[in-house]
Protein backbone atom coordinates (compact mmCIF):
# COMPACT_ATOMS: atom_id res chain seq x y z
CA UNK A 1 0.00 0.00 0.00
CA UNK A 2 1.39 3.03 -0.93
CA UNK A 3 2.48 5.80 1.84
CA UNK A 4 1.51 9.62 2.21
CA UNK A 5 5.08 10.69 1.20
CA UNK A 6 4.56 8.46 -2.15
CA UNK A 7 0.92 10.40 -3.12
CA UNK A 8 2.01 13.35 -2.56
CA UNK A 9 5.06 12.92 -4.72
CA UNK A 10 3.26 11.16 -7.34
CA UNK A 11 0.66 14.22 -7.20
CA UNK A 12 3.51 16.58 -7.43
CA UNK A 13 4.90 14.90 -10.42
CA UNK A 14 1.27 14.97 -12.26
CA UNK A 15 0.76 18.65 -11.75
CA UNK A 16 4.14 19.15 -12.86
CA UNK A 17 3.67 17.63 -15.90
CA UNK A 18 -0.02 18.89 -16.66
CA UNK A 19 1.66 22.30 -15.75
CA UNK A 20 4.99 21.76 -17.88
CA UNK A 21 2.54 20.48 -21.09
CA UNK A 22 0.44 22.94 -20.40
CA UNK A 23 2.71 26.03 -20.68
CA UNK A 24 4.45 23.99 -24.00
CA UNK A 25 0.40 24.01 -25.76
CA UNK A 26 0.36 27.81 -25.23
CA UNK A 27 3.63 28.67 -26.36
CA UNK A 28 3.87 26.44 -29.63
CA UNK A 29 0.14 26.97 -30.79
CA UNK A 30 1.12 28.73 -33.52
CA UNK A 31 3.10 25.44 -35.03
CA UNK A 32 0.21 23.61 -34.59
CA UNK A 33 -2.47 25.31 -36.07
CA UNK A 34 -0.69 27.20 -39.26
CA UNK A 35 1.62 24.75 -41.99
CA UNK A 36 3.12 27.19 -44.36
CA UNK A 37 5.53 25.73 -47.05
CA UNK A 38 8.51 28.02 -48.80
CA UNK A 39 6.26 28.48 -52.02
CA UNK A 40 7.47 32.07 -52.89
CA UNK A 41 4.40 34.43 -53.42
CA UNK A 42 6.15 36.13 -56.18
CA UNK A 43 7.82 32.81 -58.43
CA UNK A 44 4.50 31.16 -58.17
CA UNK A 45 4.29 30.20 -62.36
CA UNK A 46 0.45 28.68 -61.53
CA UNK A 47 -0.82 32.64 -61.12
CA UNK A 48 1.43 34.20 -64.19
CA UNK A 49 -2.31 35.44 -65.32
CA UNK A 50 -2.61 37.25 -62.44
CA UNK A 51 -1.64 40.39 -60.93
CA UNK A 52 0.84 39.72 -57.94
CA UNK A 53 -0.23 42.57 -55.39
CA UNK A 54 0.34 43.97 -52.50
CA UNK A 55 -1.45 45.91 -50.37
CA UNK A 56 -0.49 47.45 -47.01
CA UNK A 57 1.58 44.49 -46.53
CA UNK A 58 -0.59 41.73 -47.95
CA UNK A 59 -0.30 39.89 -50.74
CA UNK A 60 -3.30 38.52 -53.15
CA UNK A 61 -3.05 37.55 -56.94
CA UNK A 62 -5.85 39.32 -58.82
CA UNK A 63 -7.73 38.91 -61.74
CA UNK A 64 -10.16 41.57 -62.57
CA UNK A 65 -12.85 40.31 -65.16
CA UNK A 66 -15.95 42.52 -63.87
CA UNK A 67 -17.55 44.31 -60.87
CA UNK A 68 -19.19 41.82 -59.44
CA UNK A 69 -15.80 39.45 -57.41
CA UNK A 70 -14.94 36.29 -55.44
CA UNK A 71 -12.20 36.69 -52.64
CA UNK A 72 -10.58 32.78 -51.44
CA UNK A 73 -9.16 32.11 -47.91
CA UNK A 74 -7.01 29.25 -48.16
CA UNK A 75 -6.76 26.55 -45.22
CA UNK A 76 -3.57 26.24 -42.36
CA UNK A 77 -1.34 24.49 -44.84
CA UNK A 78 0.77 25.03 -47.50
CA UNK A 79 0.10 28.14 -49.92
CA UNK A 80 -2.27 30.10 -52.17
CA UNK A 81 0.14 29.08 -55.31
CA UNK A 82 -1.13 25.31 -54.42
CA UNK A 83 -4.70 26.17 -54.48
CA UNK A 84 -4.62 27.31 -58.21
CA UNK A 85 -6.67 23.96 -59.20
CA UNK A 86 -9.75 26.28 -58.04
CA UNK A 87 -8.97 28.85 -61.29
CA UNK A 88 -10.77 26.35 -63.25
CA UNK A 89 -13.84 26.67 -60.85
CA UNK A 90 -13.73 30.13 -60.33
CA UNK A 91 -13.21 32.18 -63.71
CA UNK A 92 -16.17 30.49 -66.13
CA UNK A 93 -18.19 32.80 -63.06
CA UNK A 94 -16.93 36.29 -65.02
CA UNK A 95 -16.30 37.18 -61.79
CA UNK A 96 -12.82 39.40 -60.48
CA UNK A 97 -10.97 37.29 -58.48
CA UNK A 98 -9.06 37.51 -55.18
CA UNK A 99 -6.38 34.78 -53.96
CA UNK A 100 -5.05 36.01 -50.52
CA UNK A 101 -1.91 34.77 -49.06
CA UNK A 102 -1.29 35.50 -44.91
CA UNK A 103 1.20 36.30 -43.10
CA UNK A 104 3.79 34.41 -42.10
CA UNK A 105 3.43 32.34 -45.64
CA UNK A 106 5.06 32.12 -48.75
CA UNK A 107 8.98 32.84 -47.93
CA UNK A 108 7.11 35.88 -45.57
CA UNK A 109 9.79 35.77 -42.84
CA UNK A 110 6.65 36.81 -39.85
CA UNK A 111 5.43 33.37 -38.15
CA UNK A 112 1.90 33.20 -38.61
CA UNK A 113 -0.59 34.53 -35.72
CA UNK A 114 -4.49 35.58 -35.67
CA UNK A 115 -3.44 38.94 -35.17
CA UNK A 116 -1.82 38.80 -38.46
CA UNK A 117 -4.08 37.02 -40.52
CA UNK A 118 -7.30 38.90 -39.23
CA UNK A 119 -5.33 42.35 -40.40
CA UNK A 120 -4.76 40.37 -43.77
CA UNK A 121 -8.48 40.67 -44.21
CA UNK A 122 -8.70 44.48 -43.24
CA UNK A 123 -6.37 45.00 -45.84
CA UNK A 124 -8.63 43.27 -48.74
CA UNK A 125 -11.26 45.03 -47.04
CA UNK A 126 -9.68 48.40 -47.56
CA UNK A 127 -8.49 47.16 -51.09
CA UNK A 128 -11.93 45.56 -52.19
CA UNK A 129 -13.76 49.22 -51.06
CA UNK A 130 -11.18 51.03 -53.28
CA UNK A 131 -12.38 49.28 -56.38
CA UNK A 132 -16.11 49.30 -55.71
CA UNK A 133 -17.41 46.35 -56.45
CA UNK A 134 -20.81 45.50 -57.03
CA UNK A 135 -21.22 42.13 -55.44
CA UNK A 136 -19.06 39.94 -53.28
CA UNK A 137 -18.79 36.74 -52.80
CA UNK A 138 -16.40 35.49 -50.08
CA UNK A 139 -14.91 32.01 -49.56
CA UNK A 140 -13.30 30.60 -46.72
CA UNK A 141 -11.72 26.55 -46.62
CA UNK A 142 -11.22 25.26 -43.32
CA UNK A 143 -9.11 28.12 -41.01
CA UNK A 144 -9.78 30.17 -44.17
CA UNK A 145 -13.58 30.08 -42.99
CA UNK A 146 -12.39 31.82 -40.07
CA UNK A 147 -10.62 34.63 -41.77
CA UNK A 148 -13.59 34.75 -44.26
CA UNK A 149 -15.86 34.69 -41.32
CA UNK A 150 -14.28 37.97 -40.23
CA UNK A 151 -14.49 39.21 -43.72
CA UNK A 152 -18.38 39.35 -43.50
CA UNK A 153 -18.21 41.08 -39.56
CA UNK A 154 -16.17 43.97 -40.87
CA UNK A 155 -17.48 44.06 -44.15
CA UNK A 156 -20.78 43.80 -46.49
CA UNK A 157 -20.67 40.82 -48.05
CA UNK A 158 -23.78 39.35 -50.24
CA UNK A 159 -22.67 35.83 -50.54
CA UNK A 160 -20.48 33.48 -48.16
CA UNK A 161 -19.31 29.76 -48.60
CA UNK A 162 -17.24 28.09 -46.17
CA UNK A 163 -15.63 25.05 -46.24
CA UNK A 164 -14.91 22.29 -43.52
CA UNK A 165 -16.10 25.20 -41.43
CA UNK A 166 -16.14 25.07 -38.01
CA UNK A 167 -17.52 27.33 -35.08
CA UNK A 168 -14.90 28.40 -32.47
CA UNK A 169 -10.89 27.02 -33.02
CA UNK A 170 -11.72 26.90 -29.17
CA UNK A 171 -14.00 24.04 -29.51
CA UNK A 172 -11.70 21.76 -31.52
CA UNK A 173 -9.00 22.47 -29.35
CA UNK A 174 -10.64 21.27 -26.42
CA UNK A 175 -11.70 18.30 -28.30
CA UNK A 176 -8.27 17.93 -28.61
CA UNK A 177 -6.71 18.74 -25.07
CA UNK A 178 -9.91 18.10 -23.02
CA UNK A 179 -8.04 18.62 -19.57
CA UNK A 180 -7.06 21.92 -20.57
CA UNK A 181 -8.94 24.93 -20.46
CA UNK A 182 -7.85 26.20 -24.08
CA UNK A 183 -10.68 28.88 -24.65
CA UNK A 184 -8.30 30.62 -22.11
CA UNK A 185 -4.97 29.79 -23.05
CA UNK A 186 -5.70 29.81 -27.36
CA UNK A 187 -4.45 32.98 -28.62
CA UNK A 188 -5.58 31.30 -32.30
CA UNK A 189 -9.14 31.18 -31.47
CA UNK A 190 -11.11 32.42 -34.52
CA UNK A 191 -14.30 32.54 -33.10
CA UNK A 192 -17.20 32.11 -36.32
CA UNK A 193 -20.09 31.86 -34.42
CA UNK A 194 -19.17 35.80 -33.26
CA UNK A 195 -18.35 36.90 -36.18
CA UNK A 196 -21.28 35.63 -38.17
CA UNK A 197 -24.04 36.28 -35.69
CA UNK A 198 -25.23 39.10 -37.64
CA UNK A 199 -24.98 37.66 -41.27
CA UNK A 200 -28.36 37.24 -43.15
CA UNK A 201 -27.20 36.93 -46.55
CA UNK A 202 -27.00 33.77 -48.34
CA UNK A 203 -24.65 31.17 -46.79
CA UNK A 204 -23.49 27.94 -47.62
CA UNK A 205 -21.54 25.11 -45.36
CA UNK A 206 -20.09 21.97 -47.00
CA UNK A 207 -18.48 19.44 -45.22
CA UNK A 208 -17.17 16.08 -45.64
CA UNK A 209 -18.83 13.28 -43.26
CA UNK A 210 -15.09 11.71 -42.71
CA UNK A 211 -12.99 14.95 -42.15
CA UNK A 212 -10.54 13.44 -39.17
CA UNK A 213 -9.08 16.87 -38.91
CA UNK A 214 -11.97 19.08 -38.19
CA UNK A 215 -14.88 16.82 -37.62
CA UNK A 216 -18.32 17.79 -39.27
CA UNK A 217 -20.05 17.88 -35.60
CA UNK A 218 -18.31 21.44 -35.56
CA UNK A 219 -19.31 22.53 -39.23
CA UNK A 220 -23.34 21.47 -37.81
CA UNK A 221 -22.53 23.38 -34.95
CA UNK A 222 -21.39 26.86 -36.64
CA UNK A 223 -24.85 25.90 -39.21
CA UNK A 224 -26.90 25.65 -36.15
CA UNK A 225 -25.76 29.14 -34.55
CA UNK A 226 -27.00 30.79 -37.51
CA UNK A 227 -30.19 32.55 -36.94
CA UNK A 228 -30.62 33.63 -40.95
CA UNK A 229 -32.89 31.79 -42.84
CA UNK A 230 -30.93 31.97 -46.11
CA UNK A 231 -28.42 28.73 -45.26
CA UNK A 232 -27.32 25.76 -46.41
CA UNK A 233 -25.80 22.59 -44.57
CA UNK A 234 -24.06 20.42 -47.47
CA UNK A 235 -22.61 16.94 -45.39
CA UNK A 236 -20.84 14.78 -48.31
CA UNK A 237 -20.40 11.32 -47.49
CA UNK A 238 -17.22 9.11 -47.96
CA UNK A 239 -15.14 12.42 -47.77
CA UNK A 240 -12.43 13.41 -45.64
CA UNK A 241 -11.06 16.92 -45.04
CA UNK A 242 -8.30 17.28 -47.77
CA UNK A 243 -10.69 15.21 -50.57
CA UNK A 244 -13.25 17.45 -50.58
CA UNK A 245 -12.89 19.75 -53.11
CA UNK A 246 -12.21 16.27 -55.61
CA UNK A 247 -15.85 15.60 -56.00
CA UNK A 248 -17.84 16.36 -58.18
CA UNK A 249 -20.96 17.07 -56.44
CA UNK A 250 -19.08 19.39 -54.15
CA UNK A 251 -17.49 21.56 -57.51
CA UNK A 252 -20.85 21.49 -59.12
CA UNK A 253 -22.64 23.31 -56.38
CA UNK A 254 -20.09 25.78 -55.50
CA UNK A 255 -19.75 26.49 -59.64
CA UNK A 256 -23.83 26.92 -59.31
CA UNK A 257 -23.33 28.75 -55.86
CA UNK A 258 -21.15 31.55 -56.92
CA UNK A 259 -23.42 32.36 -59.79
Not at 6 to 35: A, E
Not at 209 to 238: C, H, T, W
Request: proline fraction near 3%; include cysteine.
Amino acid sequence: MMNKTMLIQILLSTIFIYVFFGIFLYLRQGSIVYYPDDQDFNSCSSFTDYQKLNSNGTRFYFLEQSKDLIVFYHGNAGSTCNRSFLKKLFEPSGKSIIFVEYAGYSNDQQAPTKKLILQDVVNIKNFVGQKKFNNITVIGSSVGSGAASYHTYIDQVDNLLLLSSFSKMSRIAQSLYPIYPTSLLLKENYDNIKWLKNYNNDILLIHGINDQVIPIRFGQELYDSLSNQNKEFMAIPDTGHNNLLTRPEVTDKISEFIK
